[in-house]
């Protein structure tokens, strides 16, 4: 069912793409020289389609890794407490088994 739902999505936005793309296939030029606009040192004629593809994967990119770096303290804490949760865990498994089991039932106060 998740397949279904994630097809659902993906092949209307896959369709989206592919139409853009051929609509959009005039060359526009890209310069990466500021100085001169009539003859730049570094330019290129790419289709619209790719400038436009390129920014929207530039920005999600840049988005995933803002995001990433935000969350870092986040996985910092978690990565703590499953530290400190796994001690716990074999402090009191190494505890349990220092007590004899004729002694636990002893140990309880009976309001199970």
């Known amino acids: 069912m998740k397949a279904f739902f994630k097809a659902l999505v993906l092949?209307?936005?896959?369709?989206?793409?592919?139409l853009?793309?051929?609509?959009?296939?005039?060359?526009?030029r890209v310069s990466f020289d500021p100085l001169s606009?009539?003859?730049p040192a570094?330019?290129?004629?790419?289709?619209?389609?790719?400038?436009?593809?390129?920014?929207?994967?530039?920005?999600v990119l840049?988005?995933?890794l803002a995001s990433?770096?935000?969350?870092?303290?986040h996985?910092?804490?978690?990565?703590?407490g499953r530290?400190?949760?796994?001690?716990?865990?074999?402090?009191t498994q190494a505890l349990r088994s220092a007590v004899p089991d004729s002694a636990l039932p002893a140990l309880t106060d009976g309001r199970n």
């Open 75 to 80: 996985r910092k804490a978690a990565r703590r």
């Open 37 to 39: 606009r009539d003859l």
């Open 42 to 59: 570094l330019s290129y004629d790419v289709p619209l389609f790719a400038v436009v593809l390129a920014a929207i994967f530039l920005g």
């Open 83 to 91: 530290r400190e949760v796994e001690a716990l865990r074999s402090e």
């Open 11 to 18: 092949v209307p936005v896959a369709l989206l793409i592919v």
């Open 20 to 28: 853009f793309s051929v609509a959009n296939r005039g060359a526009v």
């Open 62 to 64: 840049v988005g995933g």
């Open 68 to 73: 990433w770096l935000a969350q870092g303290k």
